[in-house]
């Protein structure tokens, strides 16, 4: 059963992700991640699909899940849509008859049911005044097959995806390599994200592999009335490329994709550097001081990233900072060395060799079948090295570094020299 929860929008704030209170506004920064922190393979029921043949509808959509368009019994949206447009198909809200949704942000999990078929929604609420549910537009829909009251309703997504139809294999061949996948012994949950609370999740039978759950989330962020600032941050100008690998790991040089970089890395200097910005796939400005989201994409492969405002105005993505950098054997296949030589599909043991005497932590998953080392900059909890290895094969098989602020690093380089 989807959980019902609410959120707000808080024009300040710190990255930090959203909890469920029932009926309560949470603190949410337009940077951080709406999705709950449970395992989303978790709501991924036990019962198996319905035998009945999926109808066959004819529909027009558009090829991109980005779009957001989906079609209920051939009936065809693209979320978030009117209250009115909604509930004219004959939705009908089963939830508090004067609810109302505080400005700037909106209800997950609320009750819609046509038919006696039911699915959750979300209701938005961009204004700045609080409003009524039926003064909110519908942001998006979470649909489950696998319970009885979601068995007989249809949905055809972009490209040719039929829920209660499609496989794995024919969502990644339609949309691509997901930003993330849960694997459990329930199934497979395959995340899309497309910038700030703008997301697909598409669940998959954990035996028959079949699509059998949806979430589909557009919850748009009202545009600021803060122009975007054409000055470039002083830390993005004062940006310098590393001649060479580093000498630790602390120091959070990392040679990517051929090229060496110090994080946080601007995103202007990866484009310089064959990356596109995904501009329908990024936030387009971000406030002074605060984080948002950036998809670069080169050679086919995409890289989704956190994205920093060191200065105090509305910036444009590109002349914010990236703070996050990984590679993986599976999805985000771009080469990575670490100081040391370390880099993907290194053997553990020659990688601990590399390190040395740094300090790290370690974490065994054996579900997954990984162990993850972590290396922390300085007293941070948040800035670090991640190095991941197979456990059964013994390899390096995914690394990410996070650096939020590099202050810490230049004092000390000052002080050396």
């Known amino acids: 059963m989807w959980k019902k929860c609410a959120g707000v929008f808080f024009l300040a704030g710190i990255l930090l992700l959203a909890g469920c209170r029932q009926k309560e506004s949470i603190p ?49 949206y693209e979320f978030p849509v009117s209250w009115q447009e909604f509930t004219e198909k004959g939705w009908e809200y089963r939830g508090t008859a004067d609810q109302t949704v505080d400005s700037r942000s909106y209800l997950e999990g ?17 204004e700045t005044d609080i409003l009524s549910v039926e003064d909110c537009s519908i942001a998006g ?12 309703i249809y949905v055809n997504l972009p490209g040719e995806i039929v829920l209660q139809q499609s496989q794995e294999q024919d969502v990644r061949a339609a949309y691509g390599e997901p930003v993330d996948c849960y694997e459990s012994s329930r199934g497979v949950v395959l995340t899309y994200e497309y910038g700030t609370y ?18 589909l989330k557009n919850i748009e962020i009202p545009e600021e009335t803060a122009p975007v600032s054409a000055d470039v941050p002083a830390e993005v100008q004062a940006y310098r490329e590393p001649e060479g690998p ?14 060496y970089y110090r994080l946080p890395v601007p995103v202007r200097e ?16 971000v406030e002074g001081g605060q984080y948002g989201h950036a998809t670069l994409e080169r050679d086919g492969i995409k890289l989704y990233t956190v994205v ?19 590679g993986d054997l599976d999805t985000v296949k771009v080469p990575v060395v670490l100081a040391g030589g370390i880099t993907l599909g290194m053997p553990e043991e020659a990688f601990l060799e590399a390190a040395g005497e740094e300090t790290f932590e370690k974490a065994e ?19 670090c090295t991640e190095v991941t290895v197979d456990s059964s094969l013994k390899l390096i098989r995914e690394i990410r570094i996070v650096c939020n602020n590099d202050q810490d690093l230049e004092q000390s380089s000052s002080a050396e020299g």
Request: glycine share 10%.
């Open 365 to 383: 998953d054996p579900e997954n079948g990984t162990v993850r080392y972590t290396f922390y900059r300085g007293d941070s909890e948040v800035d």
């Open 198 to 215: 703008r997301s697909v999740q598409l669940g998959f039978d954990g035996e028959t592999g079949t699509l059998r759950t949806v979430d």
């Open 270 to 285: 990866m484009e310089k550097n064959g990356w596109s910005l995904c501009g329908e796939e990024s936030d387009p400005a």
């Open 308 to 326: 920093r405002n060191s200065g105090e105005e509305t910036a444009a993505v590109r002349n914010c900072l990236v703070t996050e950098l990984s």
């Open 28 to 76: 949410v920064s337009l940077s951080g991640s709406s999705l709950e922190e449970e395992n989303p393979a978790d709501t991924l029921a036990e019962s198996s699909l319905p035998g009945a043949e999926i109808p066959a509808y004819e529909v027009e959509l558009p090829e991109e899940l980005s779009s957001f368009a989906a079609a209920i019994w051939g009936e065809v």
């Open 141 to 152: 829909i979470q649909v489950d097959t696998a319970e009885p009251e979601g068995a007989e």
């Open 246 to 259: 580093g000498e630790k790991l602390s120091e959070n040089v990392v040679q990517y994709g051929g090229v």
């Open 110 to 126: 609320e009750r819609f049911e046509k038919d006696g078929n039911v699915l959750y929604a979300y209701i938005l609420n961009p």
